[in-house]
């Protein structure tokens, strides 16, 4: 498996808590990415980082930022989360950002807000 | 919504059977991906084909690109119970955009 590492696996927090989700890799991967997957939806990308201090919005990116100090850590944070924010998440990463090389996930995070 | 449309959203085979699942995208693509989910995993890549490429071959696995009907297919023949998973689609556009998945078609494979 690729060294990417996601932490917590599994996240209870209250409506309007912040929190924030760590994606880390050994790789050294140039770019990283932020999924939701919802039943229905597939996976849907909120942000994506394409080296350090470089990121931008993906699709579902309202009420989540990001940031990423250091090559290997690619953090999200919901800022005031939402029981519309209760999902699995899914860290990944990929040397080449313009999809011409396989992507690499990590095994999500299952966030519930109540 | 740029994502990729499988079809059908799920399928259920015998062991030893082909299993075939397509994939339908709206714009031009550079690359066309194939990922496989087993339950409460991450995703993990099968095969990447280019727009240049009409079909690429990877043990079990064959995919075809028909990029005038703006379509794939992933056929995995002689299936196993082991391929028991959902199958995604990821379609990469022009400029410097990321994958775009689509919502998958869920895979029984019943011994």
């Known amino acids: 498996d690729a060294g990417i590492t996601q932490s917590p696996r599994h996240k209870v927090t209250e409506t309007g808590t912040p929190v924030t989700l760590r994606c880390h890799q050994t790789?050294?991967?140039?770019?990283m990415y932020w999924y939701r997957q919802d039943p229905g939806h597939g996976l849907r990308l909120i942000h994506y980082?394409?080296?350090?201090?470089?990121?931008d919005k993906g699709e579902v990116s309202d009420g989540y930022s990001v940031s990423r100090s250091k090559t290997e850590d690619f953090l999200l944070t919901l800022e005031s989360a939402t029981s519309s924010q209760t999902s699995v998440y899914f860290c990944a990463i990929s040397e080449g950002g313009q999809g011409n090389t396989e992507a690499f996930f990590g095994q999500g995070t299952r966030l519930t807000v109540v | 919504s740029q994502q990729g449309e499988e079809d059908p959203q799920a399928l259920s085979i015998q062991e030893g059977e082909n299993a075939t699942m397509n994939c339908s995208y709206k714009?031009?693509?550079?690359?066309l991906q194939w990922y496989r989910q087993n339950s409460g995993r991450g995703l993990v890549h099968l095969i990447l084909i280019r727009s240049n490429e009409r079909e690429k071959h990877s043990g079990r696995l064959r995919v075809t690109l028909d990029t005038s009907k703006k379509s794939s297919s992933l056929l995995i023949t002689a299936s196993r119970a082991a391929d028991t998973a959902s199958y995604f689609c990821?379609?990469?556009?022009?400029?410097?955009?990321?994958?775009?998945f689509g919502k998958g078609t869920r895979l029984s494979v019943i011994a």
């Open positions: 990821a379609t990469k556009f022009s400029g410097n955009t990321p994958l775009v």
């Open positions: 714009t031009s693509i550079n690359n």
């Open positions: 980082s394409y080296g350090v201090k470089d990121t």
């Open positions: 790789e050294n991967h140039r770019y």
